[in-house]
C-alpha cells in the first residue's frame, strides 16, 4: 500500500493534534518526528508517492492509526 505526499502531511498534522510540540524548546513530539523524517525523504527524493514498507515499523503504525482515525471520522459524518 502506498501513502501519497499530502496524505503524510494530513498524517503529521493529525498527530501534532494528537501530541503537540512540547517544552520551552518546542519539540517535536517522537510521533510527528518519526512521520516528519519520512516526510523529509520523500520531499527529498521527490517523490509524490512511497511504499508504506520504506518507512520504519514506527511510522507505518502511526499512519495505521491516523488511517484508522480517519475512516472511523468518515463514518461518523
Do not use: C, H
Amino acid at each position: 500500500m502506498d501513502i501519497t505526499l499530502t496524505e503524510l502531511e494530513e498524517a503529521i498534522n493529525y498527530w501534532r493534534s494528537e501530541r503537540p510540540s512540547a517544552g520551552e524548546e518546542r519539540a517535536l513530539s517522537p510521533e510527528v518526528n518519526a512521520l516528519a523524517t519520512a516526510y523529509a525523504l520523500m520531499i527529498y527524493n521527490r517523490r509524490q508517492t512511497a511504499p508504506l514498507a520504506a518507512f520504519d515499523q514506527a511510522a507505518q503504525q502511526l499512519i495505521g492509526k491516523w488511517r484508522e482515525s480517519r475512516e472511523s471520522r468518515e463514518l461518523r459524518a
